[in-house]
């Protein structure tokens, strides 16, 4: 489904990520590890056309995106759900989610993936008209989540959703993305929470400084000696 071959990228020609190559299949939950500042945010900003790559390409479904604006991969079915959350909080959830189905077109649509939505976060159709600052953090999280499925993409990017939250909100809300990922829509997460995010992918990278230094099935690299020592901590 996603090709990234050879990408490098960074910032006012400063690259921080170099010669990054992976891909997903349809279907699969990926993730990419590592910790503080290895690029991970960066490699999903370069994905969704946020940034573009200094060198490298990136293919989504056998066509080249690396060279096309951000609106566009929206449209093409890659949702990309930020750092931080950004949610609205003086906007109530319901529309806090119909922004994130900007780019459908009809209201029959609109009502369909909505539904949807509601069905895998039941919290949010509850309390529809309320404003998202009423939201805890875990709760928002799981709205940033839910927003981006409006757009019913085919991939869906997700940066660091373990941030801020307790431990056991994190498996919360990791098993949300296992559960997105059993209805179709193929999963791409960077986590600094290691062992968490490999316990649910079905394979992973680990970046370091920028650059892929291992990969395999999450159990496999859960048991490797360079990940236990390097971020389990054993
Ligand atoms: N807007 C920016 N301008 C300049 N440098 C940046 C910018 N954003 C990130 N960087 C640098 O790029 C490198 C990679 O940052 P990135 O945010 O991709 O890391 P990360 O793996 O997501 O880290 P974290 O786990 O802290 O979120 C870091 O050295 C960072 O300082
Ligand atoms: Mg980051």
Do not use: C
């Amino acid at each position: 489904m996603l090709k990234v071959k050879n990408v490098s990228a960074g910032y006012e020609h400063i690259p921080v990520l170099f010669d990054v190559s992976f891909e997903i299949q349809g279907g699969e939950v990926v993730a990419i590890v590592g910790s503080n500042g290895a690029g991970k945010t960066t490699i999903l900003r370069t994905i969704s056309g946020i940034l573009k790559p200094m060198a490298g390409e990136i293919e989504f479904l056998g066509e080249r995106i690396d060279n096309i604006p951000a609106h566009k991969i929206v449209e093409k079915g890659i949702a990309h759900v930020p750092e931080g959350r950004h949610v609205f909080g003086k906007m109530t959830i319901l529309d806090n989610l119909l922004l994130g189905a900007y780019t459908l077109k009809s209201q029959e649509d609109i009502r369909s993936v909505l539904k949807e939505v509601y069905d895998i976060f039941p919290k949010l159709k509850d309390r529809e008209n309320q404003k998202a600052e009423t939201l805890s953090g875990g709760e928002q999280q799981m709205l940033a989540i839910a927003r981006a499925m409006m757009s019913k993409p085919k991939l869906l990017l997700v940066d660091e959703m373990s941030l801020g939250l307790m431990p056991l909100l994190v498996d919360k809300v990791l098993s949300i993305l296992k559960a997105i990922s059993e209805r179709g829509v193929t999963v791409l997460l960077v986590e600094q929470k290691v062992q968490e995010a490999l316990e649910i992918a079905d394979r992973g990278y680990v970046l370091q400084t920028g650059r892929v230094i291992a990969e395999g099935t999450g159990k496999a690299l859960l048991a490797s000696e360079r990940v236990k020592r390097a971020y389990l901590g054993m």
